[in-house]
Nanobody
Framework: QVQLVESGGGLVQPGGSLKLSCVAS????????MGWYRQAPGKQRELVAV???????TYADSVKGRFTISRDIAKNTVYLQMNSLKPEDTAVYYC????????????WGQGTQVTVSS
């Protein structure tokens, strides 16, 4: 069974930093892309950043220059380094993986809470 295990969320003051991690189980197959989405209360889930198999990255305009997505292919792990955090970054952050194993699949993590507040 495929699992995505997220970690690294928490409470941080404005201007602070956090680093999220998401580890995918080996059964996930060939990974096409790994990414992070977030959902704030009362809002729709939105893309934060994604990294494809060839290393191409895409960021939401709201996080460009502050967040960095990276991956460790050998460990099936994706990271999100978040700097200069703002209160509006407060949300549940979800890991997402697009992969192939006996067909195309898309998986979600359970989510990790990030709260930016003084």
């Amino acid at each position: 069974q495929v699992q995505l295990v997220e970690s690294g969320g928490g409470l941080v003051q404005p201007g602070g930093s956090l680093k999220l991690s998401c580890v995918a189980s080996d059964s996930i197959g060939v990974i096409y892309s790994m990414g992070w989405y977030r959902q704030a209360p009362g809002k729709q889930r939105e893309l934060v950043a994604v990294i494809t198999s060839d290393g191409t990255t895409t960021y939401a305009d709201s996080v460009k220059g502050r967040f960095t997505i990276s991956r460790d292919i050998a460990k099936n792990t994706v990271y999100l380094q978040m700097n200069s955090l703002k209160p509006e970054d407060t949300a549940v952050y979800y890991c997402n993986v697009d992969s192939w194993r006996s067909g195309r699949h898309n998986y979600w993590g359970q989510g990790t809470q990030v709260t930016v507040s003084s």
